[in-house]
């Protein structure tokens, strides 16, 4: 086995003037292969990591690129997801390239023709001849409303590059809806010296908006002479503004032009908002020393404050007044410590830094991940609603690894499902310590990373078969003789891991009885893919299965990636890079590891 090796490509998308709740809920595209639209024609490609069908996945980073050295006559045909012809009028396409590959590789001409009868060339008329800017993300191209059953686009050359000419998405869009940014997944720009977001104070931040699929790129890294301009900010849905960064004239200018003319601007207040107060004066905001201080925070009626708990602030915060805005957050009850409100064209969201980056707390990141998603105007993304607590009746035994790594601790999920009445020790059981007279001892049986031990894996087999329930933890940092170990075991189950070819995705919830309810689950980073021909998928990241459910005999196995399961990893204070962190374990995680167990020791007949 190797490890595989993801090359992901940042990718900006087209901003728009304004976002409506119209637009976004009349978006369709046409040519989505998750809605039965197929390539029906290609010229070629540069191998099966680059195939055309890459285009219709959905996913920025996958990219199709033409076979090598064909750079003249290249197109794709799209059989576009629909019964009967229907009026097209737009289409979008990103034309990054895949991290590693050469930019000039990106697409530049090309012209589109449509069919309403069949994919044969006779069968095309062109509509729309346009250009693409160099790797400028997702671009929109209108046109007068034609028929079409098919869609071919052909592609006109590169911007200089002699092997191949690359392409990310292709989307088309009926007549009369204008496309707009993909709902959920904004482009958020951090305005930081840090080269990645991981390395800034705003990293927690920052990975519960990658677990959304979100693209966070931070700006001007470590050139910190760099300065915000309208060219840094094109495709940029929303910039975090902290203060790290001292702003300058043409900093300022950027800001304000980016807001007022339709993008997002949220603004984290440090405990000095100094460095703020121009920004936030020319956006009409106005502050005043901290009131009410000492008093506890309260949060007022929004939609990015449903449903949340205020988390303690532990410093002062400014007070803070805008004309027309909406408050957030109030000490006292009467001093606005956070607010939010329309600038012209765009949003603006102005709160304390301390608020939503608050070690540990789940309701300070869901409420900086909704500040972002309402700066984008995306608050019709549905919520998570409280689900039911599941409760739980039997005996666990969780087998941890003999020196787990920084980035596997799983005492909180040990503590809730003891919350919920499952019997499991308080401390991981060694695999060494663990022979086959033990299994007689429990009902499920949680193993991370397991290996073929002193009990054996056919030993396991046996037990799961005769009625056992089974909940094996694979670790996406783990090295390969690792992964090796672990399929050896699992082949018994016939399933099988590696790492996924996705990654910083959001997480699609499949259709099983364990995820019924659930809406949001999050594993940000590199993931571990799950395969097995006779289970059920229960979560993908990129269209590969991250969870997958099977039953083995009388008994039931689940395997999944435990980004789901671990406890978020704080670094230490003098560790530059923080440890690999996984799932911000929001309270849909939480329970999708309890409705897991439950499904597990369900017995079946």
Wanted: proline share 8%; glycine share 10%.
């Amino acid at each position: 086995m190797t490890r595989i090796r993801l090359q992901t490509a940042l990718v900006a998308s087209a901003l728009g003037l304004c976002w409506s709740a119209h637009s976004l809920l009349a978006q369709t595209n046409l040519a989505s292969a998750r809605d039965g639209a197929k390539v029906a024609d290609v010229s070629g490609s540069l191998g099966k990591q680059w195939r055309a069908d890459s285009l219709l996945d959905g996913n920025p980073a996958s990219t199709w690129a033409t076979a090598k050295g064909k750079l003249k006559n290249q197109y794709v045909t799209v059989k576009l997801a629909v019964k009967r012809p229907v009026e097209i009028g737009a289409v979008a396409l990103d034309n990054s390239v895949a991290q590693g590959h050469p930019p000039e590789a990106a697409l530049r001409q090309f012209k589109l023709y449509v069919s309403a009868t069949g994919g044969l060339d006779q069968d095309f008329a062109p509509v729309k001849l346009g250009s693409c800017e160099m790797q400028g993300g997702r671009q929109v191209f209108t046109f007068a409303p034609a028929r079409a059953a098919y869609v071919k686009l052909a592609l006109g050359g590169n911007y200089g590059y002699a092997d191949w000419i690359e392409l990310a998405e292709f989307e088309v869009f009926p007549a009369g809806t204008p496309p707009v940014e993909r709902s959920g997944t904004p482009s958020v720009l951090l305005h930081s010296s840090a080269a990645e977001a991981s390395q800034t104070a705003f990293a927690s931040v920052a990975q519960s908006l990658l677990g959304l699929g979100a693209t966070v790129v931070t700006f001007p890294g470590p050139d910190s002479s760099r300065s915000l301009s309208n060219s840094a900010l094109v495709g940029i849905r929303v910039v975090i503004e902290t203060g790290e960064v001292a702003l300058g004239k043409s900093d300022l200018r950027a800001l304000v032009q980016h807001c007022e003319s339709g993008g997002g601007l949220v603004c984290l207040l440090p405990r000095d908002p100094e460095p703020l107060r121009p920004l936030l004066e020319a956006l009409g905001v106005s502050l005043s020393p901290a009131a009410g201080e000492g008093d506890k925070l309260q949060l007022a009626p929004h939609w990015i404050t449903e449903g949340l708990a205020p988390p303690e602030l532990a410093g002062p915060a400014a007070s803070l007044a805008l004309a027309n805005s909406s408050p957030l957050a109030t000490r006292g009850g009467t001093a606005v410590v956070a607010l939010a409100a329309v600038a012209k064209a765009g949003r603006l969201v102005v709160m304390p830094a301390d608020l939503v980056t608050t070690d540990g707390n789940r309701d300070a990141l869901e409420l900086s991940r909704r500040a972002v998603l309402w700066a984008a105007a995306m608050e019709e993304t549905q919520l998570p609603k409280p689900l039911e607590p599941v409760r739980l009746e039997g005996r666990a035994v969780f087998l941890g690894l003999p020196s787990p790594g920084p980035n596997l601790s799983f005492a909180e999920l040990r503590r809730d499902l003891a919350e919920r009445g499952l019997t499991v020790a308080d401390s991981p059981v060694p695999p060494e310590q663990f022979a086959r007279s033990d299994l007689g001892t429990a009902d499920l049986l949680i193993a991370v990373m397991p290996a073929p031990g002193p009990i054996g894996a056919l030993d396991l087999a046996s037990w799961v078969a005769s009625g056992g329930a089974l909940l094996v933890l694979g670790d996406a940092q783990a090295d390969v003789p690792s992964l090796i170990a672990v399929n050896e075991f699992l082949r018994e189950f016939g399933v099988a891991m590696a790492l996924s070819p996705s990654t910083n995705l959001s997480v699609g919830i499949r259709t099983h009885p364990v995820t019924e309810g659930l809406q949001a689950l999050s594993r940000p980073g590199q993931s571990l893919g799950v395969w097995c021909l006779q289970g059920a998928p229960l979560a993908e990241m990129g269209n590969t299965p991250v969870a997958m459910a099977r039953t083995f005999g009388r008994g039931r196995l689940i395997a999944l990636d435990a980004g789901f399961a671990v406890d978020p990893v704080q670094p230490p204070p003098e560790q530059k890079r923080p440890a690999p962190a996984y799932g911000i374990q929001l309270e849909q995680n939480r329970e999708f590891l309890a409705r897991c167990v439950a499904w597990l020791l369900e017995r079946n007949e």
